[in-house]
């Protein structure tokens, strides 16, 4: 054998550098994985306030008579909601007076909230309904 001849092979300083440099790889990969977990969930939840919120605004006007009033309740133990729905005056520029319109516009505001104790959510959905006057067609 030969003196001059060197073994091949990682020093442990080598390896501790590899093994570190993976670890923070690793943990950056699990953090991105957790964000986008957290994403995923928040996004299904505002969802699903959407849709409840749609069903409760379509009822508004249709099912529900259309006046100045506000409401509150459950859509499950989960989803909570608050309606506001307040009569909009429409100024008139064109000389006529505010009752020769042939309709009434309701400004309709719902909340809708959800969450436990240290995390609480919430949506606003506002939207506008008109109502035909009294004696109108």
Known sequence: MSAGRQQGGFTLIEVLVAFLVF???FGAILEALGMAMRNTRRSAEVSEAALWAQSKLDTVGN???????????EFNQRYRWQL?????????DDGLSADSFPVELYRVELIVNWGDGRRQNEQRFVTMRSKLKEGQF
């Open 84 to 92: 506001d729905v307040r009569k909009v005056e429409v100024p008139r």
């Open 23 to 25: 670890v923070m790889v």
């Open 63 to 73: 099912l529900e008579e259309l006046k100045d009033a506000s409401d509150s309740g």
